[in-house]
C-alpha cells in the first residue's frame, strides 16, 4: 500500500483522474449514483465491508450484525437490500458495516470490489476495512474449521494477480494486512471454541472443478496419485485451503490501498475426498462461523 493511496484524514483515494472529469458515476452492479443520491450522508460512517458468496447469506450476517452491535431501526423500519434493483448484489448497511454478497469467483468479486471502493471514495469513509467471509476446501485440515489467509496465491502458487489490460498482461501484488490476520487469529484461538483456527496460504483458483484437481468435474484427464500428488506438494509448501476469490480480493484491496482480510471456513478435507457430503444444517453452522469470528473483531475494534 502507498503513502499516496490516502489522503492525510485517512479517507479512501481512487488512482483513476477520470473519475473527478465525470459529472455523476453510476454505480451500476450495486444500484448507486454519485450524482442522483449523497452518497457521502448515506456511507461516510462506514467503517467495515464485509462480503460473502450469497445474497442469503449476507443478509443473515446484517441481521446478526444488527443484533450484535444493538443497532435501533426507527420504528417502522426495517433493513432491507439497497442493491436490490440491480438484481445482481445484495447489500445491507448496518450502522458501521456493510454486508453484501460478491457471487462467485474472481470476475464477479472483482465487479464488486471496484464498485464498492468507488462508493468508499464517493462518501469519504475513513479507513474502512475490508473482509471476505467465506466458504472453501480444507488441505489437511478438519471440515468446520476455520482459516485465515497469510497469503494468497493462483494455481500456481503465485502471490500476484495477473489480468489482460489494453491486451498486455499486468501482474498485482496480493498482499494482505498482516496485523490484522494476527488479530483475527487471536481471536480465533481464544473465543470461539467449538473450531480450531488455523493460518496459512489460500490458494485461489479460476474454477472449482479441474482447477481444484477435482475428480468428480465433467472432464478429468488426471489419475487419482496425479490429484493427492498435487494435493500433498501445495500442502507442503503451506496451503490450508482453496477457494476461488482470494486473490483478487488481496490484490484489488492492496492496490486501493485498502486494509483486508480473509476469513473462510472449511467444508471438507481434500485430502480425504472431493464431495461435501454434510447435512444442510451443519453446513449452516459451519458457515456462520467466519461471521461471529468478524463480529467479534468488529466489536473489539469499536471498543464494545
Known amino acids: 500500500m502507498n503513502e499516496e493511496d490516502h489522503s492525510e484524514d485517512g479517507c479512501v483515494r481512487l488512482q483513476n483522474p477520470h473519475i473527478k472529469e465525470m459529472e ?13 443520491q449523497d452518497l457521502q450522508e448515506m456511507f461516510s460512517d462506514v467503517k467495515f465491508v464485509c ?4 445474497p442469503r447469506r449476507m443478509e443473515k450476517f446484517a441481521h446478526f450484525v444488527e443484533k450484535e452491535l444493538d443497532i435501533k431501526l426507527p420504528t417502522g423500519a ?38 464498492m471502493t468507488k462508493l468508499m471514495y464517493h462518501a469519504r469513509c475513513k479507513d474502512p476495512i475490508f473482509m471476505r467471509l467465506g466458504t472453501c476446501g480444507g488441505i ?23 489480468l489482460a489490460i489494453l491486451g498486455k498482461l499486468v501482474q498485482r501484488p496480493a498482499i494482505l494486512d498482516k496485523e490484522i490476520a494476527t488479530e483475527l487469529k487471536l481471536i ?31 472432464f478429468c484427464d488426471y489419475t487419482v496419485d496425479d490429484k493427492m500428488a498435487f494435493l500433498a506438494d501445495i500442502h507442503s509448501k503451506g496451503v490450508t485451503n482453496m477457494e476461488m476469490e482470494s486473490l483478487a480480493f ?11 482480510a480473509v476469513i473462510c471456513v472449511t467444508l471438507l478435507n481434500r485430502l ?18 467466519p461471521q461471529k469470528l468478524a463480529i467479534k473483531f468488529i466489536k473489539k475494534r469499536l471498543n464494545m
Not at 455523476?24 to 442522483?36: K, N, P, R, V, W
Not at 433493513?79 to 445491507?92: G, K, Q, V
Not at 488455523?198 to 472449482?208: E, L
Not at 488481496?250 to 483486508?260: D, E, L, P, S, Y
Open 250 to 260: 488481496a490484490a484489488i484491496c492492496h492496490h486501493a490501498g485498502i486494509k483486508g
Open 140 to 162: 489437511g485440515i478438519p471440515a468446520g474449521s476455520l482459516v485465515i489467509t497469510e497469503e494468497a496465491v493462483d494455481g500456481r502458487m503465485q502471490n500476484y494477480l495477473e
Open 24 to 36: 455523476q458515476d453510476f454505480l451500476y452492479h450495486i444500484s448507486l449514483c454519485s450524482g442522483t
Open 51 to 54: 462480503m460473502g458468496g450469497t
Open 78 to 115: 426495517a433493513l432491507c437490500d439497497i442493491s436490490a434493483r440491480s438484481y445482481r448484489y445484495s447489500m445491507y448497511k448496518i450502522g458501521p458495516v456493510i454486508s453484501v454478497s460478491h457471487g462467485m469467483g474472481i470476475p464477479s468479486l472483482s465487479i464488486l470490489l471496484h464498485e
Open 272 to 289: 480425504l475426498g472431493d464431495q461435501i457430503s454434510a447435512s444442510k444444517e451443519i453446513m449452516e453452522e459451519w458457515q456462520e462461523r
Open 188 to 218: 480465533g484461538d481464544t473465543e470461539i471454541t467449538e473450531c480450531q483456527t488455523f493460518f496459512g496460504k489460500t490458494m485461489c483458483t479460476d474454477d472449482f472443478y479441474e482447477g481444484q484437481g477435482r475428480l468428480d468435474g465433467a
